[in-house]
Each structure stands twice: as structure tokens, then as C-alpha cells.
């Protein structure tokens, strides 16, 4: 690793590429953030990094990117190829039996390999392990020799039960290995040694099918940074939030699919912990759309498993986050039945909302804001626009919203910000009440350049406790990229029962899964002060179909967890008493899954670095006043230059804040607080 401390957090967005810098030796950081180049990504990264300063003297960098994301919602990735167990050619078709309208008579999911690109082969392990029918090695390299004259850029091999041996699923990798003409193979045994046969096939289909796109990515990234004399390290953010090697994306890239919001949640949960609030709901609203995730005692609540788009699964740890099409460049429309629409389709950075002038006409999110007068149209955020043109918004939320609905062009503005706020709100019910949270014991936190825009009418719509802003929310996910831990994740199935377990063998394979997660972890470069080794169980009574995540009260040692019998089963009945509020008496239990997890932690982010200068003042930060609509009427609104306001400044709504990295509104009714950290605490006034 560089002998230079800085750190650069960087996140790709739909519309804005957003930076943080952290001089770990001198405490200092610098923040930035310019347009995304959507198509080209890595000239959005590298112009966002040389507004930083020199390339070359960066010590690390960590990223968090959507292009992952990107790929599979867009279905922009190459044809991959499926070598498969015979009879097995359409799991990836055939899903779980589910449909996109569970009441509609017909739909319309594409796998994400076609059928003539699924080729089956001759063999059969079964689900104890026992090889009744080895692999046809010949067969293998045909397939594989077809599959690439059909095309195919990328090869994925998933053989039935190879999670319980992958003896057969071994021979065919190194088969095709031979044959195939890159890199871009991928094992279900090395991508999710788990039983859940359909889950297994998805996660390993997808994983084949971002490899081509992250390893290009990856390598165009890595080739400008070596180009610009920058000889650190470079690390991606994790859907789970931990921080992963460039070498480990390019192997194993479905970990990366939400990678940036993840990013975000990390650093949401550390500065709302430094404030005093253990208990958040996070809102990040970029360009494209809002994302929402809950924080309860100050953890980030992971998923073992999520679905990006229907049918496509992902069975691998990810910080749960809802996410709906509601971001800043979210087209608003009037449909057939005569209601307004927020989203999902958005502009994103081209062309942009219509304020921008890049040749969008239908009016945005965004666009709304700035006709409202919330957005300051004479000072843009992302430094690329001089300012932006209110005109033009005007005209075209008259012609596609106003003028539909019948109403005035004002009216449609606000409007439009209403469906967008009860969309939100929507979401964050989904993620607290219908989850058995109550929302009023939590506080929101708005990040992204359009968070903090709609946290009054989150506050009052969801009736959460009050609202934590960051000192910069703009850039949030990035800061996240700077503190986030490295994090690797493996699982095995075991499927045995606790009565008559073999407690020794588990242990053997827990200090064996222990030793090759660190050993992942130690080979990343990136340093940190510990690694600690987690390990989890996923349990249920005899009978029942899903399971519940125990995690085991027992360290890593030189050759034993530790692991008895009886510390499985009380933390099996904690957990599961915990979840459902009772146990179940004299029923068998049952260990499906063994998950690992190895953490480096980093040393903790001093977050007084944020609190707000000595030079700060109410005088240095009043920047007069402008009218703002807000409830179908004019408000004479005072402006406040937010990154000027002292410690305990109060501001009574209503009230804009701005700063070059995003805008705070603060409704009639509420106010803020700037706590000792430069937090704004919005809450309703007394």
C-alpha cells in the first residue's frame, strides 16, 4: 500500500459522480462532485477525481458503482452460455412457478440466457453428496466449444447438489476452462454452495452475465488510474456494505449489484450513531431513484438474498434496501386515466431534467423544485451548469402536466412533488410498518443531492420522530466508501440435525471456512486494526420450509470455535423467539446453512471533523430570502448558506439551505437544529 494516508471515496450515480477525500495523516477532507457519464462511467470517474487534485498522489480508492445494477435493469449485459445437469436445462425459465402479475394468464420473463445458449450434459451427484453418474468431461468441452461459436461471452456451469460435492462441477470448470476463450467462467460451487436449486442456478447465471461488463469496467478504470500515475490501492464496495479487491469483482461481480446505495447506508448508520439516533430510516434519492433502508441499534439489517428485477435473484448477503423508481430526473406524466405519475422512467444525466438545456422536454422531478423556487436555478449543484432554466421547466410541466390536468402551472409543480413524496413515503411504510417498526421512534435520513428536499413531508406523511441531515449528503455513499469495513461473505449447506450432530466435524468446517474468509480479507491490501470472523447458522424446526438466521456467540481460534451443541440451540431459541415471540417445544431443529463472514475493520472515522468552523455565524450564513410556493401559496422564504451555520444555530421553517452539494427545504411548521456535529436536525417546531 502507498505510504500516503488519503483516502477517495468515490460513487457512480445515474446523474452525478459523487467524491470524498479523507487525509487520514493531516484529518482534513475535500469533497466533490460532477455529472455522470452514463455509457462511459470511467471519464466520470476520472474527471471527478482529478477535481481533487493529483491522481498520483491518492494513497486508496474505493468504489461504489451501479453499473452492476445498471446491467441487469437494463438487460444491457452479452450472451451467456449454461453448461447444465441433464434435465435441468430450464430451471433458470421455470423460476419458482411465480409470475410478474400473480393474477394475469400470461407473462412475458426472458432468462437471461436463452434456451439454444442452455446445453445439458451426462451427470448426477445427489443431495448427499453420493456421484451416481460422473461428469461426461468430453461432453463438457463440446458444449463449451458450441456454446462460444453460438457466441457466448461468458460460460456459467451449474450442476445439480454440487453444493453438497462439487467433484463433477470441479471437472467440468477445468474442461471448459481449457476450451473457453476468456476468463469468464463461472461455477455455481464457487459462486453459492447452497441448496435452493433455483436460487443457485440465478445467482451463478447472473454472475456469468455481469462478468464481461465489471471486468471491462474494472480494467478500463484501472488502466486510467495507471496512466495518471496512480500506483495505491483500488477496492469496490460490496452489496453487503464491506469492501472487496478488484480481483475479487472481477470473479465474483453479482456482489456488487447494489453496491453504491450500500455504501450510502454505511454511512448514514455511522453519522446518525455519532449524532445520538441508533434507530434510522435512510432515503437516498439520486437521479434515478430513491433508496430506502432501515437501521435498527445502529445495524444495518442484511438479506441473504434479494431480487434485482423479476426472476432475477441474487442469494447472497446485501444490506436490505427497497428502492423505487423516484429519483430527481424521474419524468412526471399524466396517464390514460388521467392521473399524474411520478417515474419510473427517468432522464438521468442525458439529457437531463429540462432546466438543464440538454434537449429533455418532459418535465422531472427536478424540474418541479426549481419552478417551485426550492432549487436554486442560479446556482446549480454539480458545478458543470452556470444555472438553469426555470422557463423552460415552466413550459414543459404547462404542456405535460398543467394543461392534462387542467390546472395551474404552479399547482402542477407542487404537484407533481406530492405524488413523488407519497411514493416515498409509500416506501418507507414498507420498510417499518409493514415489518413491524414503528416508525415514530425512528428518524429519517435524507441523503443524495434531493433527500433533504422532501424530508418536511416524509416527517409529517409517515410521522417519523424527526429528520438527521448530514453535513453532506450530496456525497454520503461516497463518505461510505471511505469508512466502510472489508467484508467477505461464504456459505456451505450442512442440512443435518442438532440431535446427534457431529459437533467436532462442525467445528473443524467452521474453523476451516474461518481460516478462508481471513485469509480473502488479509490478501485484500487495504489495512485495517483487527479481522474479525463471524459465523451464522440458518435453522428452522423440523418441517418447516424457510429459516432464521442464528448467529453463533463463538470466535476463531488457533484450531476451535469453541462450538458446543448447547450454545446452538439457546441461540437458535433466542433468535427464533426474538422473530416469531414464542418457541415450539419438543420439535427437532435442523442446521441447513454454515454462513462466514470475515471483517477488517477500519479505524473509526472521526466524524468532528464535520463540525461546523469557528469562523461559523448567522450573519456569514443569512443570504437573504425568495419567494417559494409551498401549499398553494407564496411563502417569502429566508436562504441560508448551510455549511456557514454555527453549533445550536436554529432555523424556523420556512427555510431553503444550500450547499454545493445539495439543497435542504425546511417546511412551515418545522425547523432545524445544527447539533455540535453540523448535522440538521429537522423537527417540528414547539
Known sequence: MSANKSIVGVDVGGTFTDLFLFDEAARTFKTAKVPSNRGNEAAGFMQGLEALGKVADFGSIVHGTTVGTNMLLERKGPRIGVITTRGFRDVLEMRRRDRRQTWGLWGDFTPIADRDLRVEVDERTLADGTIRTAVDVAAVRAAAEDLKARGAEALAIIFINAY?????????????KAVWHNEHVSASHQVLPEIREFERASTTGLNAYLQPGVADYLGRLESALGSNGFNGTFHIVQSNGGVMSTATARRLPVRTALSGPAAGVIAAAAVAAAAGYEDIITGDLGGTSFDVSLVAGGKASLAAQTTIDFGMVIRTPMIEITTIGAGGGSIAW???????????????????????????????????????????????????????????????????????LKIDVMQAAEAIVRVADARMAGAIRLVSIERGHDPAKFAAMPFGGGGALHVGALIKEVGLKCAVVPRFPGVTSALGCVIADLRHDQVQTLNVMVDGLDIAALDQRMVTAGQEAKAVVDAAGIAVERIDVLFELDMHYLGQTHTVAVPLPVTLGAGSTGVTAATILAAFDKTYEAAFGRLLPGIPTRIVSLRTAAVGRRPAFDLSAFAPGADASLDKAAKGSRQIFHGDAWHDTKIWSRLDLPAGAVIEGPAVLEQPDATIFVDPGLRGRVDALGNIIVERSA
Open 334 to 404: 399524466v396517464d390514460r386515466g388521467g392521473l399524474l405519475q411520478v417515474g419510473p422512467e427517468s432522464a438521468g444525466s442525458v439529457p437531463g431534467p429540462v432546466c438543464y438545456g440538454q434537449g429533455n422536454e418532459r418535465p422531472t422531478l427536478t424540474d418541479a423544485h426549481v419552478v417551485l423556487g426550492r432549487i436554486n436555478a442560479a446556482r446549480p449543484i454539480g458545478g458543470k451548469l452556470a444555472a438553469l432554466d426555470v422557463e423552460a421547466a415552466k413550459r414543459a410541466i404547462a404542456k405535460h402536466v398543467a394543461e392534462p
Open 164 to 176: 453438497a460435492n462439487a467433484d463433477n462441477e470441479r471437472l467440468a470448470l477445468e474442461a471448459a
